[in-house]
């Protein structure tokens, strides 16, 4: 029997694509659910996949056929319901689209122009399910062992996948066990290191190139890809304490990037350091954020009474893509803004599914977190973390929940004319408004064992383990 074993630092979240936040569940539920449209690994063309390719009926309208032949993992057949039903339900869409069927075709009607939709609908957020009661189906090549109940799965320290019998392609692997390594209270992965050193796990994503140098592991492979994620310090605009731009802009400015980024990565930090917010999958900025110290007590000064005098800091429950250290870098933020005169709480859910509750409810001031690229398109990054749309409802990707309507402006127009020019605005806006404040950004590294072959990842880091092979 083959079987792959896959190493992680903290177990799932969620057990439904439509509202998985996480990259621990995404791994999880990219094996079990499929989307309408596929990213090949190395590659930014859209490929269709269970829906055949979008057909323009409009400006704000597209519609799909249902491919032949797919089918859920009990042998139902995919049809133009089904998909409209589930499309209904994902997050991913909420405010971008509405959906229908008419006849055979699934109908999208956008709420605004976007000619790469078809990159939306790449999503894993926007992975097809059959509901079946309390279960969820998939098309994917593989499926839960058993019913899957959250709270159980949650606290065993494996998750087995098994084959789909009903999948369109066979794969050369029987099982998927993916095995949960805790990292230690300051984010070193130790107990991960030592799994794949003693060739109990063949697999991983949660390792950065520093950490495989400074422990040297027999029989293993990297492979470096350029970082699709970044983290950020979410200021919640919505608190009167956060409210006032030249209070945030203080708060941005006495921030070292170049500290933090050293709490993060033992090797080469400066180079991790994120002048704006797009990761470098999406083109590498150049230059330093500023850190001003003075300026950021002169700013305060002169803020009409709103300096803050204590604040609290969310921080993730273990390490990310984009944070691979969260309480070292909770720790320096709180001693660089005691030095501006601001006490920082730093307040660390256990689970992720606390840690997303508070972040999606607004229990916070400060919020360490960041942004993985659902597709290539920079303009769908900006629109998750900005646009005003995204800060309302279950489709909070806006964390800053920020409302300002020369941001919207400035967003719609990169989404039609994504020049350097406009790209430019956003950024300067974000620098001047500063609803956040990009941080760093994260290393997308795959590790595995050297008898596994034909790993890869797609241009958003998805990893696609039905096409590994065993040696």
């Known amino acids: 029997m083959k079987v792959l074993r896959v190493g992680t630092l903290s177990t799932i979240a969620s057990i439904d694509p439509r509202d998985a936040a996480d990259n621990i569940s995404g791994m999880v539920l990219e094996q079990i659910f499929e989307p309408a449209y596929m990213l090949a690994a190395g590659e930014t063309a859209v490929r269709p996949h ?4 979008l057909r323009s009926e409009g400006r704000l309208q597209y519609s799909a056929a249902v491919r032949n032949g797919a089918r859920f993992s009990d042998g139902t057949a995919v049809t133009a319901d089904i998909v409209a039903r589930s499309l209904r339900s994902t997050k991913a869409l909420v405010n971008k689209a509405i959906v229908d069927v008419h006849g055979d075709r699934v109908w999208f009607t956008l ?66 066990l993916f095995r949960v390594y805790p990292a230690e209270s300051d984010g070193a992965p130790n107990r991960l ?23 040297i592991i027999p029989g293993v492979a990297p492979s470096v890809q350029p970082g699709n994620s970044t983290g950020i310090l979410f200021f919640n605009t919505e608190r009167i304490s956060l409210a006032n731009a030249t209070v945030r802009r203080a708060i941005a400015l006495a921030l070292d990037p170049n500290e933090l980024a050293a709490a993060s990565y033992d090797k080469n930090p400066v180079a991790f350091v994120a002048p704006t917010l797009l990761p470098p999958m999406m083109g590498r900025s150049t230059g330093l954020p500023a850190t001003d110290r003075e300026e950021a007590r002169r700013l305060l000064a002169s803020s009409n009474g709103s300096k803050p005098s204590r604040l609290s800091l969310l921080v993730p429950w ?51 977190a960041g942004w993985i690229a659902d597709t290539p398109d920079p303009a769908d990054f900006f629109e998750a973390l900005l646009w005003s749309k995204a800060s309302d409802g279950d489709n909070r990707t806006n964390s800053s929940r920020w409302k300002n309507a020369p941001t919207d402006a400035a967003l719609m127009q990169f989404r039609e004319y994504p020049t350097e020019e406009n790209k430019r605005e956003i950024h300067r806006l974000v620098r001047d408004e500063a609803p956040l404040l990009p941080l760093i950004y994260g290393q997308s590294v795959v590790v595995h064992s050297r008898k596994v072959r034909n790993v890869s990842a797609s241009a958003t880091g998805v990893l696609s383990l039905a096409t590994v092979t065993i040696t």
């Open 50 to 53: 269970l829906l055949e390719p």
């Open 318 to 368: 273990a390490p990310r893509p984009y944070l691979p250290k969260p309480r070292p870098v909770a720790t320096a933020i709180a001693k660089q803004l005691a030095a501006v005169g601001i006490t920082i709480d730093i307040q660390q859910p256990a689970t992720g599914e606390e840690f997303f509750n508070h972040l999606d409810r607004g229990n916070f001031d400060l919020a360490l």
């Open 111 to 176: 709420s605004a122009v976007n000619p790469r939709f078809d990159l939306t609908l790449t999503q894993s957020n926007c992975s097809i399910v059959l509901d079946r009661g309390t279960q969820l189906l998939g098309t994917g090549p593989f499926m839960f062992e058993h019913r899957p109940n959250l709270k159980l799965l949650q606290r065993e320290p494996s998750i087995k996948l098994v084959r789909n019998p009903h999948h369109a392609q066979a794969n050369a692997l029987d099982e998927l």
């Open 193 to 215: 290191v030592e799994a794949l050193s003693h060739g109990e796990i063949d697999v991983t994503n949660s390792l950065t190139m520093a950490e495989l140098t400074a422990h």
